[in-house]
């Protein structure tokens, strides 16, 4: 990754001080991370996301008096670790117990339907549930999970096909 990061830089001086920077830093920042995160390998994403970061804003970065490096740098890692959580809060799954609103007529398909949904892949179980329970467009929905809104539109229809698979073994569905 280090490597990548210097390919990015422009000139050598540009790369020196980075690795200054990295050299410096790159301890305190995973220290931090894992800090707020509680998981050592969710850190490592964390400070990784940070240099890239720190690479893109480069022109502001460099001009930073080395004083004021270090506090940058750790408001920087702290977050993109917040907003890791953050990105896992809304991944999060609908409790068990959650009762969705059934429709005036057909509750039973319905019910059948949202148990189907809970039965796929978490990838795409999260999007149908948010598409096909909670109605809501492509675009909330790749918002709120911190996606592209075609990944989105991708398992939205993959997640059909698996419920129209599932469908049809239960006799459901005649093709």
């Not at 707020?36 to 690479?55: N, S």
């Not at 991944?91 to 117990?97: C, R």
């Not at 609103?101 to 319905?110: F, K, L, R, V």
Request: glycine share 6%; charged share 35%; with cysteine.
């Amino acid at each position: 990754m280090l490597s990548t990061l210097l390919a990015m830089l422009e000139t050598e001086e540009d790369r020196e001080r980075f690795l200054k920077l990295h050299g410096a830093y790159e301890k305190k920042l995973y220290a931090v991370a894992a800090r707020v995160l509680g998981d050592r390998t969710a850190a490592e994403d964390a400070v990784q996301q940070t240099w890239l970061q720190i690479i893109r804003r480069w022109d502001r970065v460099s001009q930073l008096p080395w004083s004021e490096t270090e506090g940058y740098l750790v408001t920087a890692v702290k977050n993109t670790a917040v907003d890791m959580l953050r990105r896992e809060r809304r991944e999060e799954a609908l409790p068990e117990d959650w009762d969705p609103p059934a429709p005036e007529t057909g509750e039973g398909a319905y019910r059948y339907l949202v148990d189907l949904i809970r039965a796929l892949p978490e990838g795409y179980r999260r999007v149908l549930e948010l598409k096909c329970v909670e109605e809501e467009s492509n675009r909330e929905i790749a918002r709120r999970l911190g996606l592209k809104e075609s990944t989105v539109a991708t398992r939205v229809l993959r997640g059909r096909a698996m419920l129209a698979e599932a469908l049809e073994k239960e006799g459901y569905v005649h093709g």
